[in-house]
């Protein structure tokens, strides 16, 4: 599956961008990959680091999955970071309930970075597919502010947690 996202706020005419992200279930694992394609030099993409769990994540440039099952209230969210540092919670309902997300492994996550081109791939190894999944991303302009990037943005603010609209059926292949 792919989801072409869009900026909440309008973007200046000197930072455009277009993301994308694939999505697919194979061999127990979530594998997501964000494209970001444009003038990447206006935006903040930070080199990869630690790759470490770390909480606030979408402070800064960060990809995000929410993920949840057909029928419950619960979800789960994944933060992926340009440095390789990720963030995984649950929740039992809407923005309720947080705790850091047990997972077997960490998430792999792998990075292509070209002039134009930007790639954050990552690996999760899931207990079962979701069958719902929204994707998102959080991206920072150059001059600090934050952008937020969603395949629909249903509220008059952005907010990735509103499970109503965004979340798509997602079909595990």
Sequence with gaps: MRVELRSF??????????????????????????????????WQIPLAGSGERRDGLWKSTCFEAFAASAEAEGYSEFNFAPSGDWAAYSFNAYRAGMTPLALELPPLLHV???????VLSAEVLLPEPPSRLSLCAVLVREDGQLTYWAARHPATAPDFHNLQDPLLEFKAR
Excluded at 15 to 29: C, E, H, N, T
Excluded at 112 to 118: A, E, F, S, T, W
């Design 9 to 42: 706020a309008p973007l200046p005419h000197s930072a455009p961008l277009r993301i994308s992200v694939d999505a697919g279930w194979q061999d127990g694992q979530l594998h997501l990959r964000y494209t970001v394609d444009g003038l990447l030099a206006a």
């Design 112 to 118: 292509q970075r070209h002039p134009d081109k930007y």
